[in-house]
């Protein structure tokens, strides 16, 4: 039995125009980056400046790593119009710091990031007169079995940018070649680093480390962070773009070893409505398999649901997919603009009522319109001090209505165990989906 058609194909695409995956380095990313003039010339401007760690911070969903991405991406042509020489450091998954791991762990992981990021363009570098000490004894090295654990770990790194084999032509005879170990290997990259920033303009591999806000849930995160000040941040040949949400990236710079020694983070706050319609053609345009090709959600419809769930592109992607994967194809086709927009607000509309159905208690009036102040108004997260936004003459008054939301699961909303500090009260998922149900309280 054959398999079947799929939807997008019966649609006109060759997959889903509203994929909640990063968008990815390269031309087609570069297209499809949006309404982000102000934070990209943000980015760049650091790069030329010589800023060696750039930090971007932003709410879920709204599109850092993808920003992070093709910044990297862009810088990388300039040396092309004989300008700066930036090597964006690619890998198949983000560099993210990991809770069990050591700062020597995470060290040998950027340089695996590095490594690849130098033998993927190696013939880029030579062409333009960069000498690369002992990169064809390495390439052998890594060829043979005692170099099978970076060989491992570069790898990973080169297929995300284009399968190159890391024997790259050379003879793979292991006995030519020497031996290496981690000292060694970083020496030897440090020097490469240095040959491309020997000029007197900022240089170097751009590094992205995202989702930041994941040392929040590390028990020694603050000692972790500040231990990589040094020996990977401030590495010579080496510029960062750390991404973070939940105000991560401003307090890990607030430590007492970090403060002072990074800039301030660049916001990134979500999309205006106003590119909404825009992202969603450039989307489909790169997408489209046939000139007759129909959005099972209209330009029009996303940008209301993308209003409505508090501006979280991310979250209004994966309704948007969700919707188009589960819908009657040919009664889609069958039918005319306004059945269409009914049908997806028909399922808008059973998403919500199903996620308050599961809710233990259902909220109060006052406690409604506190979320619903959140999500439209306030893009879904804010500080406690925002009381009055929401009609407060205090904090106390708001806290009480965040924490009942925070009990049937609406609200996230913590303090710093040790010190008390403030947390960000940013609405859920499920918090998120009950305002597109029917029910008003």
Not at 392 to 416: C, F, H, W
Request: include cysteine.
């Amino acid at each position: 039995m054959p398999a079947p058609i799929s939807s997008w194909t019966k649609l006109g695409y060759s997959s889903t125009p509203y994929s909640t995956a990063q968008i990815p380095s390269g031309e087609r990313g570069e297209k499809l980056l949006i309404g982000r003039a102000v934070e990209m010339e943000q980015i760049h401007r650091k790069l030329v400046n010589g800023v060696n760690l750039i930090a971007i911070e932003g709410d879920y969903g709204v599109g850092k790593s993808s920003l992070a991405t093709v910044a990297a991406y862009e810088a990388s042509r300039w040396h092309l119009e004989g300008d700066n020489l930036f090597i964006p450091a690619i890998g198949m998954e983000a560099l993210e710091l990991q809770e069990d791991e050591s700062p020597d762990s995470f060290k040998k992981r950027v340089y695996y990031r590095i490594a690849a990021a130098f033998i993927s363009n190696e013939a880029m570098l030579k062409s333009n007169n960069f000498e690369l000490k002992q990169m064809d004894s390495f390439a052998r090295w890594l060829n043979g079995p005692s170099g099978s654990g970076w060989s491992a770990g570069i790898g990973a790194s080169l297929a995300a940018i284009g399968g190159f084999n890391l024997n790259l032509g050379r003879s793979s005879g292991v006995n030519s070649a020497p031996g290496f170990n981690d000292s060694g290997i970083y020496t030897m990259i440090d020097s490469w680093l240095a040959e491309i920033s020997r000029g007197n303009r900022p240089a170097g591999v751009i590094c992205v480390l995202d989702n930041l806000e994941n040392l929040r849930h590390f028990k020694n995160a603050e000692r972790l962070f500040e231990s990589l000040r040094d020996g990977v941040f401030r590495r010579p040949g080496v510029v960062w773009i750390v991404c973070g949400a939940e105000g991560m990236v401003t307090e890990s710079f607030s430590s007492r070893k970090i403060f002072g020694t990074f800039h301030p983070a660049i916001d990134v706050p979500p999309l205006n409505s106003n590119d909404i319609p825009r992202v969603i053609e450039a989307r489909a345009e790169s997408l489209k398999t046939r000139a007759d090709a129909e959005l099972p959600v209209s330009t029009s419809a996303f940008g209301r649901l993308y209003e409505a769930t508090g501006h979280n592109l991310r979250f209004a992607f994966g309704l948007a997919d969700s919707y188009a994967s589960s819908m009657d194809v040919e009664k889609f086709l069958g039918s005319s603009v306004d059945d269409r927009e009914l049908m997806f607000q028909g399922y808008l509309t059973r998403r919500g009522d199903d996620e308050l159905s599961k809710l233990r208690k259902n909220p109060t009036k006052a406690d409604w319109k506190v979320l619903k102040t959140l999500v439209t108004k306030l893009s879904g997260v804010c500080s406690p001090s925002s009381s009055s936004e929401f009609g407060y003459s205090d904090m106390p008054q708001l806290i009480v209505r965040v924490k009942a939301l925070r009990n049937v699961g609406l609200v996230t909303y913590e303090t710093d165990e040790e010190d008390g500090r403030r947390r960000l009260i940013s609405a859920t998922a499920v918090g998120r989906l009950v305002l597109l149900g029917s029910r008003e309280f």
